[in-house]
Structures are given as C-alpha cells and as structure tokens.
C-alpha cells in the first residue's frame, strides 16, 4: 500500500471512530418512504425525534425509529468504553 494510500485511511479510521452510524438492512419499503421519514427528523434533538417517529401514521416510522435506537445504543457502547478506560 502507498503512503497517500495508507495516510487516507488512518485518516478515515480516526474519522469513524468519532461517527456513530447503525444501517438497517432487510426492510421492505421503498427508499422514497423511508426518507419521507428520515427528513421528518433530521436536525432533531434525540428525545424529540423519538416521540415524533413513535406518534407517526407512517408505516416507516417504526423501522426508522429502531434505526435511532439501534445508533445510540451504538453511541453509547463507544462512550463507555472510552469513559471506563479513564
């Protein structure tokens, strides 16, 4: 591996370590749905974003909302880990 190509992905790594993502695989609906969904909460505070996808109509407002859960359990998995380590 080059040097510009090892330098990007110790970049990238670093990175992710500070991102924290979940992906929900295997749902049947369309994308079009589901970010009708997503746009709904994006910019939210956390808790808001929770009751707003749970008092929805919209059938992909409960795959959406395991997807959150599903990333701060993720977040706090790799909170506290960094905070016992102290």
């Known amino acids: 591996m080059g040097a510009r190509k090892r330098l990007a992905a110790e970049k990238r790594k670093a990175a992710n370590k500070?991102?924290?993502?979940?992906k929900l695989k295997g749902v049947p609906s369309s994308p079009r749905k589901m970010?009708?969904?997503?746009?709904?909460?994006?910019?939210?505070?956390?808790?808001?974003a929770?009751?707003?996808?749970?008092?929805?109509?919209?059938?992909?407002?409960a795959d959406v909302e395991?997807?959150?859960?599903?990333?701060?359990?993720n977040w706090e998995a790799k909170n506290v880990s960094s905070l016992t380590k102290v």
Not at 39 to 46: A, C, K, L, T
Not at 66 to 73: D, E, G, V
Request: avoid cysteine; proline fraction near 0%.
């Open 18 to 22: 500070t991102q924290y993502f979940a």
């Open 35 to 48: 970010r009708y969904v997503v746009d709904m909460i994006r910019g939210m505070e956390v808790n808001r």
């Open 50 to 61: 929770l009751g707003v996808l749970r008092f929805s109509k919209k059938h992909a407002a």
């Open 66 to 73: 395991k997807l959150l859960r599903s990333a701060i359990a």
